[in-house]
């Protein structure tokens, strides 16, 4: 019974760590997903987007009225004056109390242009973590799809050497049945010697990318973290209608970058009517009610007079308004606007820049796009080509017409065109994944 148990126990054992070795194979979309929710940087970019929400907020809470309330407490121990504004002598103690508030009637509506400049300021900070998240996406498909390239490297330079080794057999067989030299045999080795070495570079630099792109993820389990081709595998680079004019045009209108411009625009032309509202009166209110108590408020019985006695007696309701007209600040507020002023300008440059650099931007995208499309099909023809000379060649080096060298030539121009036709498709699947991203691109 207890060598089943054991048994058993073993089994579930061995289940569990083979369970735990198993690689997680992560696919585009939930790398995404994942570096959305993980990335230190965009947590940054939210909690200021939060910061400008309370902002705003709290702008609107300034033209609430203000309320507070008072007490202040004296004790004199010699000599002072009573509510009766009378000399006392001996120990005495009053306590002040009460309640005020305030509220701004007319400051040339600059709470009103603050609070509308604050609105601005969130929107254009929420258009900033837009952006972030649009280069966050841009930089972790770049980097799934140079892992994805690289590991489908690894698989064409893995089927070279071994059909490398293939050949070294052959030759080996050849050797043993006399029709061959011995050198033969040290030739191919060096083929298959480089092959090994060009696989282990590969190799690397597969694990090297993989391990960067963990890192982007901030995920810590690197040796168990695949990734899976599924978004890559049936996208197939094609011929795709693009016109500049009707993508800038509708681009324009909710590019990340654009809006951040025309929204800081906004806020510095709020800001300036704040900066003009300062040559303008204030006009307030405020209101109170204040009653005290003191020790020396006696009765005709020499007993102090209670505290509810004392507070009807010198309770003190009140009301007023206040007029403040500025006359001279030392030119403050001139300068203010004047700085101002510069602010929304440079703002309105700052927009026209960044239409300018959204329209090449889409220029070169839609560019780099037909580029792409065009070296994939170049590639394509080269490998059709490249691997007939390849056949044809290693025919000539079992027959003993060529040398080494040659072969090796022709192996390698093999490779490579196997590795361009991988290279341009997928720089073309990025590109597209790009203009699909940032801008508007029928998929």
């Not at 054992?13 to 585009?28: C, D, N, R, S, Y």
């Not at 006399?178 to 033969?184: F, I």
């Not at 006695?309 to 309770?315: A, G, M, N, W």
């Amino acid at each position: 019974m207890k060598k089943k148990i054991f048994t058993l126990l073993l089994f579930l054992g061995t289940g569990l760590v083979l369970k735990a070795q198993t690689p997680e194979f992560w696919t585009l979309e939930q790398c995404l997903e994942h570096a959305m929710e993980q990335n230190l940087q965009l947590k940054i970019s939210r909690n200021t987007h939060q910061k400008s929400v309370y902002d705003h907020r709290q702008s609107a809470w300034e033209m609430a009225p203000s309320v507070s309330g008072f007490a202040n407490s004296n004790l004199n121990f010699q000599r002072s004056t009573n509510q009766d504004y009378q000399i006392e002598t001996g120990t005495s103690y009053n306590v002040n109390y009460g309640i005020g508030a305030s509220l701004n009637l007319f400051a040339g509506f600059t709470a009103h242009n603050n609070m509308a400049a604050r609105r601005f300021f969130k929107l254009a900070i929420n258009e900033a973590t837009k952006l972030s998240e649009y280069l966050l996406e841009l930089e972790i498909t770049t980097m799934y799809s140079n892992v994805l390239y690289q590991k489908t490297l690894v698989d064409v330079v893995r089927e070279q050497l071994e059909l490398s080794i293939l050949e070294a057999e052959r030759i080996a067989a050849t050797i043993d049945a006399g029709q061959l030299e011995p050198v033969a045999q040290n030739e191919i080795n060096a083929v298959v010697s480089g092959d090994r070495l060009v696989l282990n570079r590969a190799e690397n630099n597969y694990k090297l990318l993989k391990l960067q792109l963990a890192h982007a993820l901030e995920i810590t389990d690197v040796k168990n973290f695949e990734i899976s081709d599924a978004y890559f595998e049936s996208a197939i680079p094609r011929k795709v209608d693009t016109d500049i004019d009707s993508i800038y045009f509708i681009t324009s209108l909710i590019y990340p970058a654009v809006q951040q411009r025309e929204y800081e625009m906004e806020y510095y032309g709020k800001m300036l009517q704040v900066s003009k509202g300062t040559y303008s009166p204030t006009l307030s209110m405020n209101g109170g009610y204040t009653s005290g108590f003191y020790s020396t408020d006696k009765q005709e019985s020499g007993k102090e007079t209670s505290f509810s006695t004392q507070f009807d007696k010198y309770r003190n309701p009140y009301l007023g308004l206040s007029l403040n007209i500025p006359l001279l600040l030392g030119r403050q507020r001139d300068f203010q606007t004047k700085k101002s002023r510069i602010d929304l300008e440079n703002a309105m440059i700052s927009l026209e820049i960044q239409k300018k650099q959204l329209l090449r931007e889409i220029e070169e995208a839609v560019f780099k796009l037909d580029a792409f499309f065009m070296e994939y099909k170049s590639a394509i023809d080269n490998l059709v080509f490249t691997e007939k000379s390849y056949e044809t060649n290693l025919e000539k080096f079992r027959l003993g017409l060529i040398n080494t060298t040659d072969f090796m030539t022709a192996q390698n121009q093999y490779a490579l065109a196997k590795s361009d036709v991988l290279l341009a498709r997928y720089s073309w699947l990025v590109q597209k994944r790009t203009l699909e991203v940032f801008y508007v691109l029928n998929k």
